[in-house]
């Protein structure tokens, strides 16, 4: 996907945002911008959006309680737990904000399938790039050469498969 395409869908996405906070706060008291607006809230006011208004806030309300899901699932090392927040984080990128593509969507179903893989989601912006996996170190082998091999079957080209381990801190990596 060309950048100047990509970043363009983007942006509407942001603006759609933007517009759905701007109805909601109408009927929500308090609320300084969208991730304000809790669930029960949006329930109860999401009549007054358009179905593609809806969708987008859908993803970023309940992106906020996935994100505080994940740090406790994190902080627990519930590593399964956080896997699965990963990829409904993934799933709504895809159905709800609608920025994923087939390219990401075949990463991330192909990483699934292996045992051992707790999640995965795209990352960035959307409209191509890259995903993320988490996996049980055991798996990180198998779900790396299926994530391959399904992937140049299917796109006729091999991805690039960066292995990293959470305890090697924040480092600039060179692609």
Request: include cysteine; hydrophobic fraction near 40%; glycine fraction near 8%.
């Amino acid at each position: 996907v060309q950048r100047e395409l990509a970043a363009g869908e983007f942006n509407k996405r942001v603006r759609q945002c933007g517009q759905a906070f701007d109805e909601l706060s109408r009927h929500v008291e308090g609320a300084q911008c969208l991730r304000d607006i809790g669930a029960a809230d949006f329930e109860a006011h999401r009549t007054h959006l358009s179905p593609v208004l809806t969708r987008r806030a859908a993803h970023v309300v309940a992106e906020v309680e996935r994100t505080f899901q994940a740090r406790q699932a994190l902080f627990a090392g519930d590593y399964p737990r956080l896997g699965q927040l990963m990829t409904a984080t993934h799933r709504s990128l895809r159905d709800s904000f609608e920025v994923s593509s087939m390219e990401l969507d075949l990463l991330v179903e192909s990483a699934l399938e292996v045992e051992g893989c707790y999640g995965s989601r795209l990352t960035g912006a959307g409209f191509g790039g890259c995903t993320v996996i988490l996996a049980h170190p055991s798996a990180v082998a198998e779900v790396a050469s299926h994530v391959r091999k399904r992937y140049s079957n299917e796109k006729g080209w091999m991805p690039d498969v960066e292995v990293f381990q959470g305890d090697e801190g924040p480092r600039e990596v060179p692609l």
